[in-house]
């Protein structure tokens, strides 16, 4: 089973920057990391857990939630198994505790939750005003 690993979290006033590194290892389905789309998902306190960003098995193609987008960075190097997220002009609203996902093997839609197979255990990001 594909095992992720989140890090990179912390406080960070507004304005400022984190970059978030998602390390993944062993397989799923007899693929590894490389054949895995990645998403990275955020939950809110008191919130339901919602998309961040997207990225496909090649790093061709993202995707971005749009109260993100122009902020945040997704890419992933597949020779050291990590995806990461980029996150620039962070804002108070941004705080979360964010999760790696990895996409199973069919059905993937890169901003449904329900798609994803393996999880994070989160790392938790805190903006302050």
């Known amino acids: 089973q594909v095992q992720l690993v989140e890090s990179g979290g912390g406080l960070v006033q507004s304005g400022g920057s984190l970059r978030l590194s998602c390390a993944a290892s062993?397989?799923?389905?007899?693929?590894?990391?490389?054949?895995?789309?990645m998403g990275w998902f955020r939950q809110p306190p008191g919130k339901e857990r919602e998309f961040v960003a997207a990225?496909?098995?090649?790093?061709?193609?993202?995707y971005y939630a749009g109260s993100v987008k122009g902020r945040f960075t997704i890419s992933r190097d597949n020779a050291k198994n990590t995806v990461y997220l980029q996150m620039n002009s962070l804002k108070p609203e941004d705080t979360a505790v964010y999760y790696c996902?990895?996409?199973?093997?069919?059905?993937?839609?890169?901003?449904?939750?329900?798609?994803?197979?393996?999880w994070g255990q989160g790392t938790q990001v805190t903006v302050s005003s």
């Open positions: 996902a990895a996409a199973g093997g069919s059905g993937y839609v890169p901003a449904e939750s329900h798609t994803y197979d393996v």
């Open positions: 062993g397989r799923t389905s007899g693929r590894t990391f490389s054949s895995h789309a």
């Open positions: 990225i496909s098995w090649a790093g061709l193609n993202t």
